[in-house]
């Protein structure tokens, strides 16, 4: 069992930059892949980023590509997902969660979510 805290969300202008960070209670964060989800209100749950348990592959949804990065620290038990250059439409709640897949995009692939974290984009 993995319980995953996020947090680093909050209100910024369009343009600005968050860190988001998901830390896991498990010492064996090592062992799972990570991904970074997001659901806007009224919207699905879509993916976001993922991370393989070495930090040697990610993944991307187009949308982000160049503007968001996914890194981890094994050590610290902690993934994290810096957004640069944000927008409006990335306004969502934002979860985090462990897989046993190599790297997944898929939410169904995914066993461990966490609460999520609020960011909100003003124009």
């Known amino acids: 069992q993995v319980q995953l805290v996020e947090s680093g969300g909050g209100l910024v202008q369009a343009g600005d930059s968050l860190r988001l960070s998901c830390a896991a209670s498990a010492r064996t964060l090592g062992t799972y892949s990570m991904g970074w989800f997001r659901q806007a209100p009224g919207k699905e749950r879509e993916f976001v980023a993922a991370?393989?348990?070495?930090?040697?592959?990610?993944r991307y949804v187009d949308s982000v590509k160049g503007r968001f990065t996914i890194s981890r620290d094994n050590a610290k038990n902690t993934i994290y997902l810096e957004m640069n250059s944000l927008k409006p439409e990335d306004t969502a709640v934002y979860y985090c969660a462990a897989t046993s897949y190599v790297i997944a995009i898929i939410r169904s692939n995914y066993n461990y979510w966490g609460q999520g974290t609020q960011v909100t984009v003003s124009s």
């Open positions: 991370i393989s348990r070495s930090g040697g592959s990610t």
